[in-house]
């Protein structure tokens, strides 16, 4: 059973999506929050699994509430034997100027609000099995959003300095950062597909990265791909 904390300012959306995802097989709604700060709140209580976030919400917006959430986690790392929820960011704009923030803080995929019902019950979902959280084309976009408006250099970059890539995983990070997806990937270096997920693996752990996503965002802050190259 996947347990889904829904925060979003607008009484409208925060029941719709409820009354959606708690018709479904295998998806409980474990509580309805109206800002950052009560979603920070009973997040704590209840221990989602997923939390679907407003990126635009009073007293606690959903980036700083997504960092609190994780930080929550990082602080008793192990203490409850559960996995740090993962965060569903709920937008109005596709790739809106939060996306690369919300990304560093830690979120594992984006829905846009007038995404249709069975999209959103599918992101709801994958982003609990902790796959790909990003289709290619989404990283395509994200890339184009680098290229006309890149990092901040005074934020740190995620995961640690210096990279403990090896050559051939380097380069699975470049394709990952480029859009390719992992079939893509396969056939670009020549490797079977099973291998291409194994490097995929074997990178977000040696990185400290929770997602695909979070992998973008280190191959561009860290300087391996450049924006526009």
Avoid at 53 to 67: E, F, I, K, S
Avoid at 114 to 143: F, M, N
Avoid at 207 to 214: E, G, H
């Amino acid at each position: 059973m996947i347990s889904c904390l829904i925060a979003d300012d607008q009484a409208m959306v925060r029941e719709g999506f409820g009354a959606l995802l708690a018709a479904q097989p295998g998806i409980a709604v474990a509580g309805l929050a109206a800002d950052g700060a009560e979603a920070v709140r009973l997040a704590r209580q209840t221990r989602p699994d997923v939390v679907l976030m407003d990126v635009r919400m009073p007293v606690l917006d959903g980036l700083q509430a997504t960092r609190e959430l994780l930080a929550d986690h990082a602080d008793h790392a192990g203490h409850a034997g559960r996995e740090a929820p993962k965060v569903l960011m709920l937008t109005t704009f596709d790739l809106d100027e939060y996306v690369y923030e919300a990304l560093r803080a830690g979120a594992s995929g984006f829905l846009l609000k007038d995404a249709p019902a069975a999209e959103l019950v599918h992101a709801v979902r994958v982003v609990a099995a902790g796959d790909a959280l990003l289709a290619p084309s989404v990283t395509r976009r994200l890339i184009a959003d680098f290229t006309k408006r890149p990092p901040a250099r005074t934020t740190a970059p995620i995961g640690p300095p210096h990279s403990p890539l090896t050559p051939r995983e380097e380069e699975v990070l470049t394709l990952i950062a480029r859009g390719l997806s992992n079939a893509e990937i396969s056939d670009t270096l020549v490797i079977a597909e099973q291998t291409t997920k194994t490097h995929v693996g074997r990178i977000l752990m040696k990185l400290q990265l929770r997602d695909r996503a979070q992998a973008v965002v280190f191959a561009y802050e860290s300087g391996l791909v450049t924006p526009g190259e």
